[in-house]
């Protein structure tokens, strides 16, 4: 057995996945009991129907029972797998929404997160060789104005920019179009803008932390022991500073790589993107109570993924971590 998956014990995952069931029911029953105590209901905006009627459509989305009583026969579909119909969408259960919005968002985010990572990572770790140095107090100014600068003024500037404006990424016939972007037109030329967009945020808090880890791992004492041994200042870096300068960084993509996807909400309605954040601002607006509740599953459920791999390479990276 690899000497990492021996400090990675069965029984340390097992006790994750323990806790993760419990905190996935939690965010089930916040977010429906919630979503029942907004004001309206999904089908206040229709046209007025006779009480009758009305009676009927109720009893069909069993939304005629007793709040309580409804939430244990959600709780029964959802362990099934079934998240019920959309209540909007009349014609789409919350599996098809997902299963059509999922891959635009996973593609938007996958792409910035990428993005963010390497080069985040790179200028982060050029700022924390270069301390205190011109280039230095350059990349964290603009690391500084990403994080201050919030996507949802970032979008629309740069959609009228190089969007409208001079037309760089052909932003009115892809973007703008009826029905908005779907699978089959995404490109590298259409998802440009959005791409960059999204990962501007994450570039800049990546650099950061990246920065301020690797100038704590280049003063440690296994970089001076590594020195004295005669080790060229590659070495160093890349052998030595590195595995241990990026373990905090481990920790931050574990949540940010479900925010990239949480965040793609703006960005997704800015550029007319078909993705889950579209749909779920769609969902709650409308009180589409099964559409919003599928897809906060979803997300609590990745968060609790990428939490749990965050530490399972945090038993790779660093021997001295132990479970």
Do not use: C, W
């Not at 400090?7 to 905190?23: D, E, G, K, Q, W």
């Amino acid at each position: 057995m690899p000497r990492f998956l021996s400090r990675i014990s069965v029984s340390f995952i097992l006790r994750r996945l323990a806790v993760a069931i419990p905190t996935l029911l939690l965010v089930i029953t916040v977010a429906f009991f919630m979503m029942r105590a907004a004001p309206g209901g999904p089908f206040d905006t229709d046209r007025k129907l006779p009480p009758a009627v009305e009676q009927k459509i109720l009893e069909k989305y069993g939304m005629d029972k007793p709040v309580f009583e409804q939430y244990v026969d959600y709780l029964g579909d959802v362990v099934t797998g079934d998240f019920g119909p959309s209540l909007k969408n009349r014609d789409k259960t919350v599996s098809d929404l997902i299963s059509e919005g999922l891959p635009v968002s996973a593609t938007i985010g996958g792409i910035a997160m990428f993005l963010a990572f390497f080069v985040g990572g790179g200028l982060g770790i050029i700022a924390g060789l270069r301390q205190n140095s011109f280039l230095d107090y350059f990349l964290m100014g603009f690391a500084t104005l990403g994080i201050s600068v919030p996507s949802y003024v970032i979008g629309p500037v740069a959609a009228l920019i190089f969007g409208v404006g001079i037309e760089i990424f052909g932003f009115r016939t892809n973007f703008f179009a009826p029905g908005g972007l779907d699978m089959g037109r995404m490109t590298a030329y259409t998802i440009t803008l959005p791409v960059l967009t999204l990962a501007l945020y994450y570039i800049a808090g990546i650099s950061r932390i990246m920065r301020g880890s690797m100038i704590e791992a280049m003063r440690s004492n296994h970089i001076r022991t590594a020195r004295a041994k005669g080790a060229s200042e590659v070495e160093v870096v890349l052998k030595h500073a590195l595995p241990i300068a990026i373990l905090p960084l481990i920790s931050y993509l574990g949540p940010a790589s479900v925010g990239v996807i949480t965040g793609s909400l703006v960005i997704e309605r800015v550029f007319s993107l078909p993705g889950i954040g579209s749909f779920f601002i769609d969902g709650a607006l409308n009180r589409d109570y099964t559409l919003v509740m599928g897809v906060v599953i979803l997300f609590a459920s990745l968060i609790i993924l990428m939490n749990l791999i965050a530490d399972i390479l945090y038993a790779i990276l660093d021997p001295r971590v132990k479970y």
